[in-house]
């Protein structure tokens, strides 16, 4: 009897305890913010992560999943990035299938952190209105951000998601916010009538990857690309005839390669059609910190400048 007794008490005591630590782990995940009270934000890649920055400021704990100088496309979480993502208040993803598509390792990152979107997972991109990619019309374009009213509206998003989070911190966050817009619409408000002065056949923007269509509707240039996205194969025989021949229908004055991709497809329509590569320009990530695009505000401003400059062969 004493020893049906005690294997009673043993076990009562065991489900007590598994309780007790499912009691503390909910508390631990309840309890958002991290020890030094500050709001925990984790982003898919630089260019989130800066206008965050502007944001929150000194308030916040901010960390970038994709480092400066990669391809958020396709990506690889490591150990760090999960970690970080566990441990998040808010996640914020670009969206419009950025990291959702190819191999969807996004999906799988917030599955494995024990995530809900909508809950602490947010698109930075929620209202604003997408544009599709040519080879597959069902498929949304990811590169919104490149044009300004765009990025006005991520900021936006996010700025109302960090104050429903943290609304002790509301006003600071919105006081911020609206120093920050300000900046991006005046240099937006500039770029609307920049490209104009350019004859309409020499604005044909000449890129690896098609990520510019939200920039030319904005801008008035018109895109042409050797891929159109970069899951894709790229520098196909079927592609380089595609670009080479809207080519050599304009009078386009130059060609750009990305930061974040292999110039070696570009060399080759260099090559082919006598013109030069001008200028690298920023898509997917912002340039190394402490060099110039290293923010959201200078990519965009050296973007508009190069590209500008070099569809009209201005020497720098």
Do not use: C
């Not at 400021?57 to 391809?71: A, F, K, N, W």
């Not at 993502?85 to 190819?102: M, Q, R, S, V």
């Not at 989070?165 to 920049?194: F, G, R, V």
């Not at 196909?236 to 110039?263: R, Y």
């Amino acid at each position: 009897m004493k020893r049906i007794i005690a294997t009673f008490i043993a076990v009562v005591m065991m489900i007590g305890g598994v309780f007790l630590f499912l009691d503390n782990r909910g508390a631990s995940q309840a309890d958002a913010q991290s020890p030094s009270g500050k709001l925990r934000i984790v982003t898919t890649n630089s260019i989130l992560e800066d206008m965050v920055h502007n944001i929150g400021q000194d308030h916040i704990e901010l960390y970038s999943i994709v480092q400066r100088g990669t391809d958020p496309h396709e990506y690889e979480p490591r150990p760090t990035d999960v970690s970080q993502a566990t441990e998040a208040d808010i996640i914020f993803h670009n969206g419009l299938n950025l990291e959702t598509g190819g191999s969807g390792w996004f999906s799988k990152l917030v599955s494995t952190a024990h995530k809900e979107f909508d809950q602490e997972v947010f698109a930075a991109s929620a209202g604003v209105t997408a544009q599709h990619l040519t080879t597959n019309v069902n498929e949304e374009d990811p590169h919104a951000w490149l044009d300004l009213a765009n990025g006005i509206k991520y900021v936006q998003t996010m700025t109302k998601v960090m104050k429903e989070k943290d609304p002790k911190n509301a006003t600071y966050y919105q006081l911020n916010a609206d120093k920050y817009i300000a900046q991006l619409q005046k240099l937006h408000n500039t770029a609307q009538s920049q490209f104009l002065d350019i004859p309409e056949k020499q604005r044909l923007l000449v890129t690896s990857e098609g990520a510019f269509k939200y920039f030319a509707k904005a801008y008035h240039v018109t895109p042409a690309y050797i891929w159109e996205i970069n899951t894709e194969a790229q520098g196909t025989p079927e592609q380089m005839k595609s670009v080479l021949a809207k080519i050599d229908n304009s009078d386009v004055q130059s060609l750009f390669v990305e930061t974040s991709v292999s110039p070696k497809s570009m060399n080759k329509v260099a090559k082919e059609t006598g013109l030069k590569i001008y200028s690298k320009i920023f898509t997917d990530s912002l340039a190394k910190e402490g060099t110039t695009g290293d923010t959201y505000y200078s990519m965009m401003k050296w973007n508009l400048e190069k590209i500008h400059a070099g569809l009209t062969s201005q020497t720098d």
